[in-house]
C-alpha cells in the first residue's frame, strides 16, 4: 500500500474522548504514543498469525517511549475467545509483576481487541489500553467504541464490559496481509453503515466496491474513515447502549445465531452479519418497513463483498426453532421477546419484536441444507 495522509476522527466521551489514527504507515510513525500516560510496563496482546508480522515494529515503537515492554501471542481464532484464553492475559500479567500503571495494547483483529479490552477493564479494577487494530473488521468497528468481552459456549460475547481505549490506531498498511476472506468478512462491517445511517455511503460503496477489493489505498482510507466517523457518532449519544447504539447490530441478532449455531470460528463474525443483514432486510420488508427493491439493492452490495447471503441449517427437524432459541439469548431480548434491528427506509433503522411466525418465514426463505 502507498503512502497516505492520515486522518484523525475523534470520538467524544467527556473524560473518556480519545482519538482514532487512521493512515498508512502509522506504526512507524514517531510520536505515535506521545500523549499517552507513562506506564511502569506495556503488555501487548497479540495472536500466533499477527505477532510474526507486526509485533516487533510495534515493540520498537513503543520502546522510544516506555522502557519495559514485552508480547504475549495467543492462540488465534473465535473459538479461543473465552476464560481460558482470557486467563493467559492475567497470567502472563501477574507472572511479570504487572501493576495498575500498565499500559495494555491490543493488536490484532477484533478478537484480541475484545479479549485484551475485558483485560484492561479487570485487571487490578481497571488499567489503561490502546487498540491497534489490524483487520478491516477492526479497524471500522470492533477496536471503537468499548465493546469488549468474551464468548459463552451459550452465546457470543455474552461476558464483558464497557470499556474505552485511550487510542485507536489503524494503520491500513497492516491490512496488506489479510486473507481475502478476512476483507471481505470486514466489508460486512463497513456495509452495515449505509441502510442503517448514510445512504450516500452505501452510494460510494456501490460505486467503489472493486477498488475496495482491491485493497486500493483510498478507497480503504476513506471507507475506515467514514465508518470511524459514523461510529464515533452513534457512541458519543449513546455509550452504553440505552438506545440508538442498538442500530450497530444490524444483522447481529441472525448473526450471532449463526455464529454459535455453527460453533464458533466455523462462519467468520463478518460472514454471519452479511448473511445476517440480508435476513433483518427481507423481515424489514416483511413488515412493510422497506421495499423489495432496496434489499435486492443491499443483497446485491453483500454479493459483491464475496459475503454469503444464504443462511446455514443449525437444525435439521427444526431449523427455524433453532434459530429462534439461539436469537431469544440475544442481549437485546427483552423478557425473551427478540428485538430485531430492521431498516425502516433507506439509511434509518428500528429496534422492533416481529411475530414469531413471520420470522420463521424468512429464516425458510433465506436458508438451505448445510
Ligand atoms: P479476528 O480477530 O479473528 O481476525 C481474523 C483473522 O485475521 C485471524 O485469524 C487473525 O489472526 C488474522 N489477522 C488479523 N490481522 C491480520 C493481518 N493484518 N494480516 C493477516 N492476518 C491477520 O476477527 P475480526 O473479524 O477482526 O473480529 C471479529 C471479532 O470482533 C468477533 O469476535 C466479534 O464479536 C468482534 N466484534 C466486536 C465488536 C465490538 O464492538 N467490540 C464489533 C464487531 C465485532
Ligand atoms: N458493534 C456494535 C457496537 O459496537 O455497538
Known sequence: MSKHSSHTVSIDLAERSYDIRIGSGLLREDGLFDGLPRATSVLIVSNVTVAPLYAATLQSALEKKYSRVFTLALPDGEAHKNWQTLNLIFDTLLEQGCDRKTLLVA???????DMTGYAAASFMRGVPFVQVPTTLLSQVDSSVGGKTGINHPRGKNMIGAFYQPLRVVCDLDTLMTLPDRELSAGLAEVIKYGPIADLQFMDWLEQNMDRLLARDV????????????????????????????AILNFGHTFGHAIEAGMGYGAWLHGEAVGCGMVMAAHLSRRLGLVDANFVARLQALIVRAGLPVVGPELDAKDNAGRYLELMRLDKKSDAGEIKFVLIDGPSKAVVQAAPDALVREVIDACCRPA
Open 218 to 245: 483510498d478507497a480503504v482510507a476513506h471507507a475506515v474513515r467514514r465508518s470511524c466517523e459514523i461510529k464515533a457518532w452513534v457512541v458519543a449519544q449513546d455509550e452504553r447502549e440505552g438506545g440508538l447504539r
Open 107 to 113: 493488536l490484532g483483529g477484533g478478537v484480541v481487541g
